[in-house]
């Protein structure tokens, strides 16, 4: 499998009866492949996937490997955890119509880069899919320096990183310097995916896409194709988007837009997660607004 395009990481719509609404989930996974994603994210931080059971997790994921057999579009399922077993377990779990597991680095414990290393190559060995290891240090506790990922780059069965460090840093710069071909550095962070396309991101993983997946899509085309006047103009026009979309914790005003849009029955998430204010869900929709009158 090779990685490129936009995937874009579903919400987990909830009625108000706090149960999973499947139609709305349905009906997103088509909206965003129609607009021109390349293929969905299942049950990553976006989806809130820590609050959701066993069965609306099993569920999902059944939804997703439909819709995506219907568009002919990857489906890439986030699987993992901090314990090198229980991921093993995770990913062992993954059969027919996912294309890969979103693997996370092992957060809260810290272990050394080496351990992390051990850590996926264990997990690759095991996984009946191709890995994508999920590089997030804010959220992690654990960053990796550019040998790390230059090492998890050269182990058989990893194809890919989403790449979210929170900048554009020397390690990023070496490490798309010295990239593998047959390895996908994904943007991973929304206010940063312009600048690490413009240093040869093959693709991106971006939750801001589910709002605006034709302009997101257009963004990583544009950069990878030309003209490069048009990629910078929309960048500059799609950061706002971004960075009122994540004014409070993922994916809450995510989630207060689309249900303003009907596109969701309910803006509701899960504890400890608390929906996003008035003001927040509002300067959401006035950027989405402004994207769409220029």
Excluded at 113 to 129: D, I, N, Q, T
Aim: glycine share 6%.
């Amino acid at each position: 499998m090779t990685l490129s395009g936009l995937f874009v990481p579903l919400v987990t719509p909830f009625t108000a009866q706090d149960t999973l609404a499947e139609d709305a989930l349905r009906e997103l996974a088509h909206d965003v492949l129609t607009a021109g994603a390349t293929g969905l994210v299942a049950l990553g931080t976006t989806a809130e996937a820590a609050m959701l059971t066993e069965s609306e997790r099993t569920r999902i994921i059944e939804i997703c490997v439909r819709v995506c057999r219907e568009h002919n579009a990857p489906l890439i399922v986030g699987a993992g955890t901090t314990a090198t077993a229980a991921s093993i377990d995770a990913v062992t779990r993954l059969r027919d119509g996912i294309a890969a597991a979103l693997t996370v680095v092992p957060y809260y414990i810290r272990p050394t880069e080496a351990g992390v290393l051990e850590h996926f190559r264990r997990l690759a060995a095991a996984s009946p899919v191709p890995l994508v290891v999920y590089n997030i240090p804010y959220r992690t506790a654990r960053p990796l320096g550019a040998e790390t990922l230059l090492a998890l780059a050269d182990t058989p069965n990893i194809i890919g990183v989403k790449h979210a460090v929170g900048a554009i840093d020397d390690t990023t710069v070496e490490l798309m310097h010295r990239v593998p071909a047959d390895f996908a550095v994904l943007a991973g962070d929304d206010i940063f995916a312009a600048p690490l396309l413009a240093l040869g991101a093959p693709g991106a993983v971006l939750a801001s896409a589910v709002v605006a997946p034709a302009a997101f899509a257009a963004l990583i085309s544009t950069w990878r194709d030309g003209p490069i006047t048009k990629a910078r103009s929309l960048s500059h026009r799609l950061a706002p988007v971004s960075a009122a979309l994540f004014a409070e914790p993922n994916p809450t005003v995510l989630k207060a837009v689309l249900a303003a849009q009907g596109r969701i029955p309910s803006p509701a998430v899960r504890l400890p997660l608390l929906p996003a204010s008035e003001p927040s869900t509002a300067a959401a929709l006035a950027a989405l607004d402004r994207l769409t009158a220029e």
